[in-house]
């Protein structure tokens, strides 16, 4: 088992910056890749970035050149830097966890990130 606990959302205006935590607990030593997804009213779940455990990071097109990923093995944690937000990037923002072996996948309870124009 693995929980997520997810912080730092909230109302920001464009082009401002956020910066979204979350925090893992459990068996971590499990843990493959770490990640962030989001889901806007009346669309489906995306990914945003993820960070395998000694790979390379990956992002949505969207998030290309505004968003950092980064992972603190020590505190067992992930970030997600966001600059120059966008209202479009208004959405519930959720940390993953994917697991070795079994590829399962475990999630935060989400936390809202609104951007006014």
């Known amino acids: 088992q693995v929980q997520l606990v997810e912080s730092g959302g909230g109302l920001v205006q464009a082009g401002g910056s956020l910066r979204l935590s979350c925090a893992a607990s459990?068996?971590?030593?499990?843990?493959?890749?770490m990640g962030w997804y989001r889901q806007a009213p009346g669309k489906a779940r995306e990914l945003v970035a993820t960070?395998?455990?000694?790979?390379?990071?990956n992002y949505a097109d969207s998030a290309k050149g505004r968003f950092t990923i980064s992972r603190d093995y020590a505190k067992n944690t992930v970030y997600l830097q966001m600059n120059s937000l966008k209202p479009e990037d208004t959405a519930v923002y959720y940390c993953?966890?994917?697991?070795?072996?079994?590829?399962?996948?475990?999630w935060g309870q989400g936390t809202q990130v609104t951007v006014s124009s």
């Open positions: 993953n966890a994917n697991m070795q072996l079994s590829g399962y996948d475990y």
């Open positions: 960070i395998p455990s000694g790979g390379s990071t």
């Open positions: 459990g068996v971590i030593f499990r843990i493959n890749a």
